[in-house]
């Protein structure tokens, strides 16, 4: 087992690839903190996970008021003694052009996808330098390399995510490795909400590998990225796409 004894908070863990990385964790012997808002879906990830005999627990957690990450970290302190992998993974959709998104829809998706992280990461680092070894994972997207129509504030907020990801990288070593992935087209219930993956069927045409990925495929990363099997990986930003160009 890739990481006996861990402890892992993993934030967005109660759907879609969050949920795939928490229950792979746990297969893989971390101890696993499952945050998110929706306690009913929180609530399956912890039963499954001890129902494969793992251990896990749920914590409430609402992103767009990044203070709250301070109670996860508290709960699993109390709970499991220490951090060892925190996965950065929550993240909030914004639909709107850029001439329309107001400042409140702006904000929200800035606190959700990029304050949180950063706040949560204050938090767990000092934990981790005093340990002398920790891992930080982030969620970028595609959408932090390019610009498209429609997505103003999703965009800036996946572009600085990236520029986060490098910044802890730099900061927060030698104790700690800090990488992000950059998934593509991936079958979760944020692309259900932009109408699902059919509706998205020019980006699995235009993938060489011809399809679109599930969340499993990026909780095969993110498990590489916590253990040491990446222990010489860095500051890095990784796209998981199949191979668009986008
Ligand atoms: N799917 C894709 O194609 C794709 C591509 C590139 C990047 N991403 C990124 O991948 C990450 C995971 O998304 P997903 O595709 O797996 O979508 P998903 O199935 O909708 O999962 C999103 C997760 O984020 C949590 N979340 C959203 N808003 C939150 C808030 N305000 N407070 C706390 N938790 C919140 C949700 O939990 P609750 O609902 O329980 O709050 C859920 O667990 C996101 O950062 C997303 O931007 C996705």
Redesign the pocket.
């Known amino acids: 087992m890739k990481l006996q004894g861990k402890v892992a908070i993993i934030?967005?863990?109660?759907?879609?690839?969050?949920?795939?990385t928490a229950l792979l964790f746990a297969r893989e012997g971390a101890k696993v903190v499952v945050?998110?808002?929706?306690?009913e879906?929180?609530q399956a990830v912890v039963e499954q996970i001890r129902q494969e005999g793992g251990e896990g627990m749920y914590l409430?957690?609402?992103?767009?008021?990044p203070e709250e990450m301070k109670m996860v970290v508290d709960k699993t302190l109390e709970a499991y003694g220490t951090v060892d992998i925190l996965f950065n993974?929550?993240?909030?959709?914004s639909l709107s052009p850029l001439l329309e998104v107001s400042l409140e829809e702006w904000d929200?998706v800035f606190?959700?996808?990029v304050t949180?992280a950063l706040y949560a990461t204050q938090l767990v680092a000092p934990i981790m330098k005093d340990k002398g070894k920790g891992v930080i994972i982030n969620?970028?997207?595609?959408?932090s390399f390019a610009g498209h129509f429609g997505f103003a504030a999703?965009i800036a907020s996946?572009h600085a995510?990236a520029g986060l990801t490098k910044s802890m990288a730099w900061e927060l070593g030698p104790e700690i490795r800090v990488n992000a992935?950059?998934?593509?087209?991936?079958?979760?219930?944020?692309?259900?909400?932009c109408g699902g993956v059919e509706a998205l069927c020019g980006l699995i045409e235009a993938s060489p590998l011809k399809r679109?990925?599930n969340?499993e495929d990026?909780a095969n990363v993110a498990l590489f990225l916590a253990s040491d099997d990446s222990s010489f990986l860095n500051g890095q930003i990784i796209r998981v796409d199949g191979g668009i160009e986008c």
Do not use: C, F
Not at 13 to 18: D, K, L, P
Not at 60 to 65: G, I, K, N, S, Y
Not at 139 to 143: G, N
């Open positions: 934030t967005g863990a109660t759907s879609g690839m969050g949920r795939a945050t998110g808002r929706n306690e879906r929180a409430l957690v609402d992103a767009a008021r993974n929550a993240g909030a959709l929200r606190n959700v996808n949180a969620t970028a997207s595609v959408a999703y996946k995510m992935i950059a998934p593509g087209l991936i079958n979760t219930a944020m692309v259900e909400s679109y990925g969340p990026i």
